[in-house]
């Protein structure tokens, strides 16, 4: 069973950092492109960025070029999403999910599976 596991969020002030994790089980993570979004309150789901399964190639959102960090352990099927420079605005419950043809993007059509979600807030 496919399955994505989401944690590290909480409360941080503005210009604090936060590391996500995403946990993959019932497949190998690194056959996969793996992305990052965020959703906040009466907002679309806004794709953060990308790991593609190929050659491990990212991509950001222009809004978070910069100051995140995309990077995977393969030997713990992980993929981590370094957060630093936290402004409000990076308020949102973040997802990971993946995406069987490798290709990634940040459009969340393109992806399969979903984890639950983790929230983070950034206030002072």
């Known amino acids: 069973q496919v399955q994505l596991a989401e944690s590290g969020g909480g409360l941080v002030q503005p210009g604090g950092s936060l590391r996500l994790s995403c946990a993959a089980s019932?497949?190998?993570?690194?056959?996969?492109?793996i992305g990052w979004f965020r959703q906040a309150p009466g907002k679309e789901r806004e794709g953060v960025s990308c790991?593609?399964?190929?050659?491990?190639?990212?991509y950001y959102a222009d809004s978070v070029k910069g100051r995140f960090t995309i990077s995977r352990d393969n030997a713990k099927n992980t993929v981590y999403l370094q957060m630093n420079s936290l402004k409000p605005e990076d308020t949102a419950v973040y997802y990971c999910?993946?995406?069987?043809?490798?290709?990634?993007?940040?459009?969340?059509?393109?992806?399969?599976?979903w984890g639950q979600g983790t929230q983070v807030t950034v206030s002072s």
């Open positions: 999910a993946a995406d069987r043809t490798g290709l990634g993007g940040l459009g969340y059509l393109e992806y399969d599976y």
């Open positions: 019932g497949f190998t993570l690194d056959n996969y492109a």
């Open positions: 790991i593609l399964s190929s050659d491990g190639s990212t």
